[in-house]
């Protein structure tokens, strides 16, 4: 792998940067492999690397049926952050959150994680008492979590508006300092150049079509539409797909698909210096390094693959932000688009061992995997080379939904009397 | 009048002179001059700078494609604008525009040290550095970073405009009013469809407004058009909308439109909105939304002075501008021809025309022959020179071995080019139709629509004023006939030069592979034919990917002149063909879109519905805090002078407690279940028994979901045998509603049950205490409200001060009490009579803190408070309301689960510190141990929490993990200054016995 750094790229310049290398190969699919990966986006590519850097698994392919990160890898908001409600949540957000401070150094790729903090508002006594108790359960298991008044939240992030007279006052906020955003697509593509250099086979505009299984039930194969390839191990990371694929191989998932849209406006200079959410009028912001104010939209209210969604869901989103920040009411939104949220019944995510052996599976992330693409990656390769979970994700089973132990962090939607 | 201007044509008018500043210098433009063309008019070349180099530019268009003349529009302090195209701006007087992205000024601006450290600043270099040391990219590398990026600077005040908002439907919508789409509008107009047709331009024309010469139907193009729109008009069945972007295509055919009203005018009236959405529902839609052209790559192709050969017609015919004195033409298409004849008509210096092409031997090279223009073939750019303004063009010239022999130097002001027409697809692509490849014109048009549309004339790749007419009047016949209006075809005659908008996709051949300087692809991000190769040789190869790794068609442009010439280069550089590297998705919107127009009303008060319950304003009349409950206000206690809410909420507890209170509880949900199976209905739904119920009685019943956690809850009344009134958690009704339907229609269908909301048309009236049955007695009648006649949790028919009321006997306080529901319109009165009635007893109005300590100290829960959608009932000590002989209810199987039996689960408690004065935290965490260290072993958490006047000391609700068994155990909540012990006990801290309910 050529080393990414100041002076390699001055070295380069000289020669017009004609030195550059792919950043990974073009690979043709092997007729077998050790594991192999369904799904290039960030958590595929990433179990894909710490398979190869961390379990000695050097024969791995990672299969995607488009183009590697093109998936919610490369259409959410970018944010980041662990203040997670319950413990096993909490473990599973901030082991992400600690990777990502070195992610960049370690894949040497600036994937541009950005610790700007992450500031969530409460508008009624109901919000203020839900993240209050998030930051009670944060501060006990060491999640990095503060209270803020509306002064202080104002001070923290100038352009909100805190007067007593809108609609839904701000009544105060959590803030998440350690938090923040990062490059997407970087995610992708150093993960990509990593586990490549490791002598990962990416292979892109791959789609599986069936899943063989030899007389115990084990996986012995993949059909795909680049020809039959073998494999005694094979990890799904597809997002809303993962029904789609485990469903080749007979299991059934408990989970439904939403259009998520998001939208970014034409960039401007530095204006708004962290992010900031509000779940109870649905506000999600923050500003790129590029200029472009970034804000994601709600799920449309029906199920669909399609990667797009309805009008009136980006409306409602912007009237929040005017609402929250009414200067902002003069900019233009510039590009909108859609992805696939795929929703468990907990809302939390699935990276388990499934009933059929050599099949493991890592979905089930709604609007939120993004913030744990090192961590999920990480445990989900762990899972796949030893045959059982890592504690971290242990309690994230298939099984949970059928015996009750759910972590359910839609809680903190749970309504007043 | 400057030099630039022209005596005479054009569509403005000399006479009505505008005064406006750019950058803070004074100059004047006329009436119906954009910013762009009123710019020019004065000789300003020079508008902006480019996003990464810095780079000085120009105008290189004259309509939404520009991506260079990026300008901060200001009309006051409140209302700025940033990124606004100067080429879409019209001109007004006093308008005050500001360049972007510069400092300290736009003709020396020390960002454009980015241009000189280029070599070390290619596609995607911020991946392969800042990376040490590690801390340095958030506190260093980013500041700068984005201090650098961006381009305008936001508002800075909140803005004082006003946005609208408008739905409509019509037969056929066709959108872009240029020669196809008023053809196709005339057509459909004529059948007597409803026709509605918008245009982003101040002017109905398209490109008949840049074309005065031609000839229809005998007149010249500017009389035809102005028949066409007299004629559109006059017609009842026909909306025009002028300044209308139609800027996102949603699913069946619902298009938005942006209608911008005020941007235009000097001084706008105040009740005016500035913009106006429009989400227009058509049963047809015809896409007339014409092409683009594109520019030609070549070294030093961003200098000002040079630009598409189309805009300097435009500014010519349309405006009455000269670009330049002396122009070069390049030419990759014949529509550079006609730039040319018109600029030597108007007396501007044609210094060289060349056509990169082998052969120029269409009608409109053969008229610039004609007219005495040389033109040279085979000819190429390879460099320019002229740091704030072209100054010249070094031509070569290509062999036929294939090399390139360097030609002339050409002295120039002005650079017109043309790299052949793009159709605009957009809102094609939005539609989700799928494109096809024309190999012929090496662009994509229209192939297979995915809605009810249709494109017409030059978006679809059509050529020629004559088959652009025919196209969009067959094209607006066959809508209206595809919504039921038959009518007649239309012809045209046309006179004028019919020129073919096919050119060249990609790069302008260079002798080296790549060349020397940098040949821009797209203008306003800086991306280079160099960077295009450079994101191939790392390996990226799929279009989306070149996409995001050189940000090629990522800027406010959105690719609008770059991406046909990209996707030409990167298949040369693959050698591919141009349809195997596909394209990347067009997104909504056509062209950025103002939050405000989408915000529309939703602001203030209309943010979100206030509802109010029909005794608000008696309550403010009382001096109640109102507190947000999903969109009700509600009140939240009542301050006497000078009482702060601790000291209210104190008086009002203890007035309940010792003599009566009065409560709005008007905002519960309510449902009334109605039809021969509503018990069974409600056996199913609701976890209780209903088939026992008698009626005149209520039950306290609890919902779960199918996974068996705690929904909502509410009391629950027979009021006949098949007529239920149900109340749910205020923050619950809808969903409860919502949750009801669902089961009635798909999983139960053969149960005859009717619901209907019944929130709004009760008002409640709680009224509780000790003295509560005197209050009421006092304006009750009709019914005996004895303990005997009517016990607790019963439910009567009645009158209240003469009003048909239903009088519930519940309590939520743990004291004797009645709820009083009347029609909501009695509310009010109802309120004020129960308020004047009780203040002999000493009535206080009490809010929901009150109702909340005191339902806490009788261990009631809050679903939403002790619950959070992972407690069972047996959770919150409710199993005894399961109904244990019912066959099945909504949650029975999962409350079953192994999981939601076994030890450990968290149980509703009480807890009391040891120091009564101490109030816990709600939503702080308990522990087993005291002093543990993070991360600590956390078995529960604070739910509710007081300080109780009638018991002194404080309370506290909690979930802890096998609660009950712990009872008088001490546990710790930690704090951050240290752990506060406490004691567990059951979750009744008041009456445990309940005697005070039959009071």
């Known amino acids: ?417 | 009048m400057s030099q630039c201007r022209t005596e005479t044509g054009g569509r403005i008018d000399r006479s009505r002179k505008l005064s406006f500043t750019f950058d803070g210098v004074q100059l004047y433009g006329v009436q119906g001059d954009t910013l762009a063309s009123a710019l020019l008019a004065n000789g300003v070349h020079l508008v902006g700078r480019s996003f990464k180099y810095h780079r000085p530019r120009g105008f290189l268009g004259a309509g939404t494609e520009e991506p260079n003349a990026l300008v901060r529009v200001i009309r006051d302090s409140a209302r700025s604008t940033p990124n606004v195209r100067a080429t879409s701006v019209e001109l007004y007087d006093g308008l005050i525009a500001e360049s972007q992205n510069r400092w300290p000024s736009l003709k020396f601006d020390v960002g454009a040290i980015n241009d000189a450290l280029s070599p070390l600043l290619p596609a995607g270099f911020y991946y392969k550095t800042f990376m040490w040391p590690r801390s340095a990219w958030h506190k260093l590398y980013e500041p700068n970073i984005r201090a650098a990026a961006g381009l305008g600077r936001a508002p800075e005040g909140a803005d004082p405009d006003s946005y609208a908002q408008r739905f409509a439907h019509c037969d056929v919508l066709v959108i872009g009013a240029g020669p196809a789409g008023l053809a196709a509008a005339q057509t459909a107009a004529r059948t007597g469809a409803h026709v509605m047709l918008c245009d982003e331009q101040a002017e109905f024309g398209g490109s008949l407004l840049d074309d005065p010469e031609a000839l229809i139907d005998g007149q010249p193009s500017a009389q035809w058009l102005q028949g066409v729109i007299a004629d559109l008009k006059a017609r009842p069945n026909v909306t025009l909308l002028q300044r209308t972007t139609a800027f996102g295509y949603f699913p069946h055919n619902l298009i938005g439109l942006n209608e911008r009203v005020t941007e235009h005018l000097s001084a706008p009236h105040q009740n005016l909105p500035r913009e106006r959405l429009w989400q227009v529902r058509a049963t047809e839609v015809v896409l007339a939304t014409g092409a683009i052209e594109r520019p030609l790559v070549f070294p030093g192709n961003d200098r000002p002075g040079i630009m598409l050969a189309s805009a300097a017609r435009t500014y010519l015919n349309r405006y009455g501008v000269r670009v330049g004195k002396r122009a070069v033409i390049v030419a990759g298409c014949d529509a550079a021809y006609a730039a040319a004849l018109d600029l030597k008509a108007a007396g501007i210096t044609i210094a060289a025309i060349c056509d990169v092409r082998p052969s120029a031997d269409g009608p409109a090279a053969a008229r610039a022959r004609a007219a005495g223009l040389a033109i040279t073939t085979n000819t190429t750019i390879l460099g320019t020179r002229g740091r704030l303004r072209v100054q010249s063009v070094r031509l070569g010239h290509l062999e036929i071995s294939g090399s390139i022999r360097p030609g002339v130097t050409v002295a120039c002001d002005t650079v017109l080019m043309s790299g052949g027409y793009t159709p605009t697809v957009h809102l094609y692509s939005q539609s989700r139709g799928k494109l096809r490849f024309d190999s012929t014109s090496h662009v994509f048009v229209p192939g297979t629509s995915a809605e009810r549309e249709r494109s017409a004339g030059a978006c679809k790749g059509i050529d020629g004023l004559h088959a652009v007419l025919a196209d969009g009047a067959a094209q607006g016949l066959s809508a209206a006939a595809a919504t039921g209006f038959a009518g007649s075809p239309r012809h045209y005659t046309v006179v004028a030069t019919e020129t073919s908008g096919i050119g060249i996709p990609g790069a302008l051949p260079q002798p080296g592979k790549t060349p020397p300087a940098k040949a821009f692809v797209d203008f306003q991000n800086d991306v280079t034919s160099k960077d295009l190769a450079l994101a191939t040789r790392e390996g990226f190869e799929s279009i989306e990917h070149i996409k995001r790794f050189t940000t090629t068609g990522m800027a406010t442009d959105q690719g609008r002149t770059s991406g046909m010439n990209a996707l030409g280069i990167i298949a040369k550089d693959f050698g591919r063909e141009i349809p195997s590297i596909g394209l990347t998705t067009f997104r909504m919107p056509y062209t950025p879109t103002s939050f405000g127009i989408l915000a529309g009303y939703a602001r203030g008060d209309l943010f979100d519905p206030v509802r109010r319950t029909a005794a608000h304003d008696s309550a403010a009349a009382l001096g109640a805090v109102f507190e947000d409950v999903g969109m009700w206000k509600r009140a939240w206690y009542f301050p006497k002078s000078s009482e702060d809410m601790h000291a209210a909420v104190e008086r009002e507890c203890l007035a309940v407690r010792n003599g009566v209170g009065m409560f709005d509880a008007s905002t519960l949900g309510k449902i009334e279940v109605v039809g021969p199976d509503a018990a069974t209905f409600l056996n199913r739904f609701y976890v209780n028994n209903w088939a026992n119920l008698a009626v005149g009685r209520t039950r306290y019943g609890i919902l779960l979901r199918d996974d068996g956690f705690v929904y909502d809850d509410g009391v629950i009344a027979r009021i006949a045998d098949d007529r239920f009134h149900v109340t749910t958690t205020t923050g619950g009704a809808a969903r409860v509603f919502a949750l009801m339907e669902d089961y009635l229609q798909t999983e139960w269908p053969d149960l005859k049950v009717w619901i209907t909301s019944t929130t709004e048309q009760w008002s409640v009236v709680a009224v509780q205490g000790p003295r509560s049955r005197d209050v009421i007695a006092k304006l009750v009648t009709d019914i005996d409200i004895s303990h005997n006649a009517m016990p607790h949790m019963s439910v009567a028919n009645g009158r209240i001060c003469g009003i048909p009321m239903m009088l519930f006997r519940v309590s939520f306080t743990g004291e004797l009490g009645f709820e009083v529901n009347v029609p909501a319109h009695y509310g009010k009165a109802v309120w004020d009579a129960l308020y004047e009635a009780g203040r002999e007893f000493g009535i206080t109005p009490y809010g929901t803190e009150a109702m909340h300590v005191l339902r806490a100290e009788k261990g009631y829960i809050i679903v939403g408070q002790e619950t959070d959608g992972t407690a069972t009932p047996d959770d919150v000590g409710l199993t005894w309301a399961i109904g244990k002989t019912k066959p099945d209810f909504l949650g029975k199987r999962a409350i079953a689960r192994p999981a939601m039996t076994a030890t450990g689960r968290k149980q509703l408690v009480g807890l009391l510190t040891l120091d009564p004065q101490v109030q816990l935290e709600e939503g702080a965490q308990v522990i087993a141990t005291p002093k543990q260290p993070v991360p600590m072993t956390l078995i529960g958490h604070v739910t509710s929490s007081y300080m109780s006047s009638v018991l002194g000391h404080s309370i506290a609700l909690a979930m802890i993990k096998d609660g009950r068994a712990r009872i008088g155990e001490t546990l710790y909540v930690p704090m951050p200054d240290g752990d506060i012990p406490v004691k567990v006990t059951a979750p009744v801290f008041y009456d445990a016995e309940g005697v005070r309910l039959n009071g």
Not at chain 1, 20 to 32: L, V
């Open chain 1, 1 to 417: 792998m050529q080393k990414f750094s100041a002076w390699s790229l001055l070295k380069k310049s000289f020669g017009g940067h004609k030195g550059w290398q792919s950043q990974w190969r073009r690979a043709t699919p092997k007729p077998e492999y050790d594991a192999i990966i369904v799904g290039g986006g960030g958590h595929g590519l990433g179990a894909a690397y710490y398979l190869a850097a961390e379990h000695g698994l050097t024969n791995i392919a990672v299969l995607e049926k488009g183009w590697i990160g093109g998936g919610n890898t490369g259409r959410n908001t970018t944010i980041i952050r662990s203040n997670y409600l319950f413990d096993e949540s909490a473990r599973l957000y901030d082991h992400s959150l600690k990777m990502w401070n070195d992610l960049a150094q370690v894949l040497n790729y600036n994937v541009m994680f950005s610790p700007r903090g992450v500031m969530m508002l409460a508008h009624t006594v109901h919000d203020v008492q839900v993240i209050k108790r998030h930051v009670h359960a944060n501060r006990c298991n060491g999640v990095d979590n503060a209270w803020l008044t509306p002064a202080q939240a104002k001070e923290f992030c100038p352009p909100l508006n805190i007067d007593d007279n809108i609609r839904y006052p701000v009544m105060g906020a959590a803030l998440q300092r350690s938090g923040g955003t990062a490059r997407h697509d970087a995610v992708a593509w150093g993960y990509a150049r990593a586990a490549d250099a490791l002598g990962v086979d990416i292979i892109e505009n791959c789609e599986v079509t069936g899943i063989r299984r030899d007389a115990n039930g084990a996986v012995e194969a993949l059909e795909t539409s680049r020809g039959l390839i073998k494999s005694r191990k094979v990890g799904v990371s597809a997002a809303g797909n993962t029904s789609v694929v485990l469903g080749l191989a007979g299991v059934r998932l408990p989970l439904e698909s939403f259009p998520l849209q998001a939208l970014v406006s034409e960039p401007i200079k530095p204006v708004f210096p962290c992010v900031v959410m509000s779940n109870s009028i649905h506000a999600y912001v923050s500003q790129s390094d590029k200029g472009e104010l970034v804000i994601g939209a709600g799920t449309d209210a029906y199920t669909s693959y399609t990667q797009r969604g309805a009008l009136h869901i980006n409306a409602h989103t912007l009237e929040a932000i005017c609402e929250l920040f009414p200067m902002f009411r003069r900019m233009r939104m510039l590009r909108n688009w859609g992805g696939i949220v795929d929703v468990t019944p907990d809302r939390s995510p699935i990276i388990a061992k499934t009933p059929v052996q050599g099949l493991y599976v890592n979905c089930g992330w709604g609007t939120g995997g993004f913030k744990a693409t090192p961590g999920s990656a990480h445990v989900f390769a762990w899972t796949i080379a030893k045959d059982e979970p890592h504690p971290i994700n242990a309690p994230f089973t298939i099984e949970r939904f059928r015996d009750g132990t759910l972590i359910d962090e839609a809680a903190a939607a749970a309504v007043a009397h």
